[in-house]
């Protein structure tokens, strides 16, 4: 099996985390569990992403251990035994032997992890290890010992992209492109909402990569619900349809949203609402400058939506009282426009779809600044659910939901799209959906 990266990459990820922990410590980093479905049928499996970046191992069971007794730190795979009954039903395993060439410096059987630990725990080594990651790991260790987040260490690190991760990125980016120009070429009403959903995901498979995360397609008022994902229902003509979806290449993610009409014309009332969410798009983007710190394009998308917002005439207030900026929290607004605009601006991408790092709405850490190589996402939205009854909606835009989503590289010569190969101007999308091969 060929990894993502060469040897040195990984064990220079491995050098920066380890090396920040303090002598006589054990670092524990399990891949995902299983999780079943019904009976003998789990759920499609994908690692986890710690382990992921730290040596690459893939398969759905494995556990790195790190540990520095002497003064250097020393890494040991555990994977499990090669059994010849299982790999009949579910294909040839690694196994202890064939794991070595992975970028460890140990690696031995899974059966021997349970001891192993307790020899090192009993050794009074300080215990770290990613939370949540296994149960029975939490279980074993928790009872008897203080275990401390390993996240702290890592995530700051996996913040920032090498220029090998990039390129995955942009070759997931690029796939993701044009699976949505597919999906609009292919538009028509009367469409329901999972041919466009099969149109999008059959062009990541297509193209060996796999969703990364469960695509959002909205038509109507579905596109008003910001995790819908049903996408059960037929696209009237004259709807609009949101589609935000993603793949990844290698485990890294991108994730790119754009909504069109279904007829292949805007009214005025959508082109409204779609030109005023795009200006606050590309002011979030031009917003992503090194040296910034991250809530800059949260509050250049909110200023625009929120000046846009009193043109339009949905607000009738001043740009203040739109916005209601908190004293002493940079970047964070409680103003009318969260009516409309109820979501952050955008988040981390990366080996997570909403990757390590910080910075969403809630996130303890979002006062650092922006470095060339963060990769993250701008998305600002407005959304006019006809079916809200908490606030008054304008007949005129009563039904439209559009966001529009890049994924976006920092650099030192500024922001570049990774996505922008994905058609969003209005007169670019008229001229492209519904001429697909339908007809």
């Known amino acids: 099996m060929s990894l993502p990266f060469d040897r040195e990459e990984y064990l220079n990820r491995q050098e920066s985390i380890f090396s920040k922990l303090p ?24 690692a986890n992403s710690y382990m992921l970046y730290l040596c690459g191992w893939e398969e759905d069971e494995g556990t ?78 928790d009872e008897n010992n203080v275990v401390e987040d390993l996240r702290p260490y890592i995530d700051p690190i996996r913040r920032v992209k090498s220029t090998n991760e990039i390129q995955y990125m942009k070759e997931a980016a690029s796939i993701a492109s044009f699976a949505h120009e597919k999906a609009m070429r292919d538009s028509r009403p009367g469409m329901g909402e999972w041919e466009i959903q099969a149109l999008v995901e059959g062009h990541f498979m297509s193209s060996l990569s796999q969703w990364s995360f469960p695509s959002i397609v909205g038509g109507g008022d579905n596109a008003t619900v910001l995790h ?59 917003a992503c400058q090194p040296g910034l710190p991250w809530f800059s394009m949260h509050e250049a998308v909110c200023e625009v939506i929120a000046e846009g917002l009193i043109e339009l005439g949905v607000l009738n207030c001043t740009l203040e009282d739109a916005l209601g900026r908190v ?60 079916w809200r009854n908490d606030i008054l909606i304008p007949e005129r835009y009563a039904g439209i939901g ?29 001229q492209i959906v519904g001429k697909g091969a339908h007809d």
Not at 71 to 99: N, S
Not at 255 to 272: A, C, L, M, Y
Not at 405 to 415: I, N, S
């Open 402 to 430: 559009i966001r529009i989503e890049d994924d976006v590289l920092v650099t030192e010569q500024g922001p570049v799209v990774l996505s922008s190969m994905c058609p969003k101007m209005l007169d670019e999308i008229e």
């Open 64 to 141: 790195l251990l790190a540990t520095n007794l002497s003064g250097k730190w020393v890494t040991t795979l555990f994977v499990p035994d090669r059994d010849t009954t299982k790999e009949i039903w579910e294909g040839i395993r690694v196994g202890v032997d064939g794991a070595k060439s992975w970028p460890v410096d140990y690696t031995d059987s899974l059966q021997s992890l349970d001891s192993c630990i307790k020899e090192l725990v009993s050794d009074g080594c300080r215990v770290f290890k990613i939370p949540g990651a296994s149960s029975s790991l939490d279980i074993s260790l």
């Open 228 to 286: 819908y994902k049903n996408n059960n229902q037929v696209i009237k003509s004259g709807d609009l349809v949101l589609v935000d979806a993603g793949c990844e290449v290698s485990g890294y993610a991108s994730d790119i949203t754009r909504t069109w009409p279904v007829n292949g014309k805007f009214s005025q009332p959508q082109r409204e609402i779609y030109e005023l969410v795009l200006r606050a798009e590309l002011a979030g983007i031009e």
């Open 327 to 386: 004293e002493g929290k940079p970047g964070v607004f409680e103003g009318q426009i969260r009516n409309f605009f109820m979501h952050g601006t955008g988040h981390f991408l990366g080996l997570d779809v909403h990757d390590v790092g910080g910075g969403r709405q809630g996130d303890p850490n979002s006062s650092f600044l922006l470095e060339p190589g963060m990769v993250l996402t701008i998305e600002p939205g407005l959304y006019f659910g006809s």
């Open 23 to 46: 002598k006589s410590s054990l670092a524990i980093i399990p891949t995902n569990e299983r999780k079943i479905r019904s009976n003998d049928v789990a759920y499609p499996f994908r």
